[in-house]
């Protein structure tokens, strides 16, 4: 018997079950092919420009920062203006996202650098599957266009979202993720970034770059 199979054990003899119960397994089947929404905050539920307003107010209020584009060709320097206003060198890594690659990165001075990252990169760039503008959060889908590896490892993450990928809330975004992907074949990862990653564990005092990126700049591209 393995570890996971003893854990699951124990948590049926709690529940008095073993496991078997077809009413139990119906209902747990229902309730993956329904997918309830849960309960929707009323603060998201606005639309147009004051949706992209209110994302952009919650992206500062997560102590991240964030700045608009007209179109992705305008993306590249943006970037560098940002690294550059922080000090920061002209380095970059990113995934194989296609909307990410076809920007014109050769108009600028960053040394790009393609794949996961190992540790060992200061500066990333990811494309967000979407937005949520109730608490200005990123969905990040795990894949080799955009690696899991760069939410987390490099010191300072810089996410692009389109701003029609935008969504009121959390249940829009999961809708969107089971549309574009289908229920058998969900990615295996969808990581949920709100700022920097930060900690008030050692005497209730805020510490950003935690267990993650100590910084995050959100690039939303209008086009």
Known sequence: MSARDDILGNIRRSLGVNGTETIRRQMVEDRLERSPR?????????????????FKTMVETSLATVTEVASASEVPQSI????????LPATLRMGDDPRLKTMPWQDTTLDIAHGPSEGRDLNAVSHAFGGIAESGTLAMVSSADNPSTLNFLP?????????????????????????A????SMPRTVNWITGPSRSGDIEQTLLLGAHGPRRLHVVVVRE
Do not use: M, T
């Open 80 to 87: 560098a203006l940002f690294l550059r206003n922080h000090n």
């Open 38 to 54: 849960g309960v929707i905050p009323q603060r998201g539920q606005v639309s147009g420009e004051e949706r992209i307003a209110l």
């Open 155 to 179: 010191d300072n993450h810089i996410i692009v979202v389109s701003a029609k990928d935008i969504a009121s809330d959390y249940e829009s975004v999961w809708n969107r993720v089971r549309f």
């Open 181 to 184: 992907y289908g229920k058998g």
